[in-house]
């Protein structure tokens, strides 16, 4: 066995666009496209606050119309769909990227949190969803039987 040696980072690219466009083509070729799960989810940022958690997700490109944001007990699901460029359909593109399609996210807080009082705002491609924690600090006094 020997050790090949490669003169550059530029052969390794070019290796990696002649495999990525054999993908390409081959799935172009067998028309899976329609059957294919979508290869584009929006990264999204999940975190927590004293008073609630804080759902970012980044969704440029997509209208109200087209997202749905449901809460119920400790999951919050987002889901929706990126919309193909119709216009793909008429120009002979050298390179597609800006990927599309359905997608599903679905988040446990394990906490249960005021589906009520939830709010969202969708501004220049990111979608804010501001969730408050159900107040579960109440005291109740248990009497005792004897």
């Not at 004293?50 to 087209?66: M, Y």
């Not at 997608?103 to 491609?125: C, I, M, S, T, Y």
Request: glycine content about 8%; proline content about 4%.
């Amino acid at each position: 066995m020997s050790i090949i040696r490669w003169g550059s980072s530029s052969q390794m690219f070019l290796i990696s666009e002649g495999m990525g466009k054999l993908f390409d083509d081959a799935l172009e070729a067998l028309s899976m496209e329609a059957n294919v799960p979508s290869m584009w989810t929006p990264p999204c940022d999940l975190f927590e606050t004293p008073s609630g958690f804080t759902l970012k997700a980044e969704v440029p490109g997509i209208g109200l119309d087209d997202i749905v944001l449901e809460v119920a007990g400790d999951l919050v699901t987002l889901a929706g769909e990126r919309r193909k460029s119709t216009e793909a359909q008429s120009l002979s593109y050298h390179r597609m990227e800006r990927a599309g399609g359905k997608f599903v996210r679905v988040f446990r807080l394990h906490q249960q949190v005021d589906e009520g009082k939830v709010q969202a705002n969708l501004k220049d491609g990111l979608l804010t969803v501001t969730i408050p924690k159900k107040n579960t600090s109440k005291v109740v006094k248990v009497e005792i039987e004897d």
